[in-house]
């Protein structure tokens, strides 16, 4: 199964990288680490999180105050957001279709 990255959820992920990052150079990495290692567990197990919305996912990240928003279109795993989780809950809905 494969997986692509919504163009902002993409930028949200290496924004985020870049702020943990200046934070503290190993947590930068960290933070990529979980959300990959939640990305494999998404492609392992895709509908093991629950439903946020119709059709979109959510896994929440350790350590990290972060979920991954996600469909599922056949084979393919959409990442929509790398949602921080005290932000506006519906600020990603816009890149849905």
């Known amino acids: 199964m494969n997986f692509t990255f919504h163009p902002e959820a993409e930028s949200e992920f290496n924004d985020s990288i870049e702020y943990y990052k200046d934070i503290e150079p190993i947590l930068g990495f960290d933070f990529a680490t979980e959300i990959y ?3 494999k567990l998404i492609i392992s197990f895709p509908k093991a999180w629950p439903e946020i919305d119709s059709g979109i996912h959510r896994i929440l ?3 990290f105050p972060f979920g991954v928003l996600y469909s ?3 084979d393919e795993i959409y990442i929509l957001a790398v949602m921080h989780l005290h932000r506006d809950p519906d ?3 816009h890149r849905i279709g």
Do not use: A, N, P
């Open 72 to 74: 599922l279109d056949h």
């Open 61 to 63: 990240i350790k350590r």
């Open 91 to 93: 600020y990603w809905k």
């Open 37 to 39: 290692s939640s990305i």
